[in-house]
């Protein structure tokens, strides 16, 4: 049998995917630094588990209430403790040294906290630690609510562009749905600010309801409007960039689960082999990241968010992202069915025909994707969960 990269952590992770292991160590080193009350109620934000760091387990701790705190949790095997007022560190047996790093202390995000103090009443959203990190404001400079995401490079420059793009396009009544107004891209703190969209967030389960299938042909039509529009984002996300990116999931799903192999090798060489069949067709402008709950909704109709990674490519792409999605959380209850096609039917009653053999190759790639993120969680049956979504990326290839 071959051994998973992940085997030798079963019992780390299994002590470190329990909060009831976690919070005591938050209350205690939150008192003893006096970084905030030893009563706070602390719920989990997200955990990253990657065996080939050195850093192998990345979580991060939000409190219930307000004011918030945050905390970033990295644990390594060996001592990797800084000597500063935002950090200590604690050495647990079993699990290994345990760094807490009090937000918004950031190395590479040195500037988040003049970020955050630049509106009123910020709120963290999203933190991926070292990377990004997304606030919501109740007011802003210009006394509106808004966002602030705040990066460790300077992509937010193409984000902005791209933003200020759509929304010209928007502006001429092409688009079938609101977006957020574009603020400033601000180059010292590598930040970029953007407004709010009119709406509540759309959750997944109002898709499974009796009006599901109305909001999903609503869906397809609203981004249907995006597919046909003159946008021209600067990215080229085609059926080749696509194969690559499917090609580096696969690699690092194999170098951390190598017993995985006899699965995705032949799913990539099928991959491949479909796209080497496959014409090239006109590029049209996607989202790229079209889950349901991207989704607001208002009196007036529907809205959009998260444009950062908008690109050219086939349509199909944006579909199989939302249907994917959706297939994912149905967890094989059979329940998507008219939802996926009242989605199908709204898009092509304002677009060109979805290609299905398309279609189904990037649902195949996005359940890929879903393999990889399994093994990357902090959970003792990662292996398990990722072949389960192995094998549905299979079934899409042999759909008809």
Partial sequence: MIESLCDPYHDQLQRLSNDQFLVPLLHEIGEQRSWWHPDRTWIRMSGKFDPRQETYATLVFRTQDLPQDICLIEVSKISRERHT????SLCVDSVGWLRFTKFPHDLSLPLLSNVLNEGISARVIQYLPHHRCTIQFTQMENGSPGFAKVFDSD???RIHDDGMALWKVASLGELGFSIPRPGKWDEPTRTLWQGTVEGTPVKISRLFDSQGP??????????GTLHTSRMTPRIMFDKEAVLKQAQRHGATLLHKEPQLHDTVEPL?????EIHAKAKDKKPMPLHTDLHPEQWLEHETGLGLVDFDRIAFGDPEYDA???MTELEFKDKGRGEIATVTEAFTHGYESIAPPLDQQRLHTYRSHKWLAKALRAVGKIKIDGA???QKCLVNAKKCLSVE
Avoid: C, N, Q, W
């Fill in 214 to 223: 109305d909001l999903a042909y609503k869906m397809g039509r609203a981004i």
């Fill in 268 to 272: 990539l060489h099928k991959l491949e």
């Fill in 155 to 157: 992509v937010g420059r």
């Fill in 320 to 322: 199989a992202g939302f």
């Fill in 384 to 386: 398990s969960r990722a």
């Fill in 85 to 88: 007022p935002e950090e200590t």
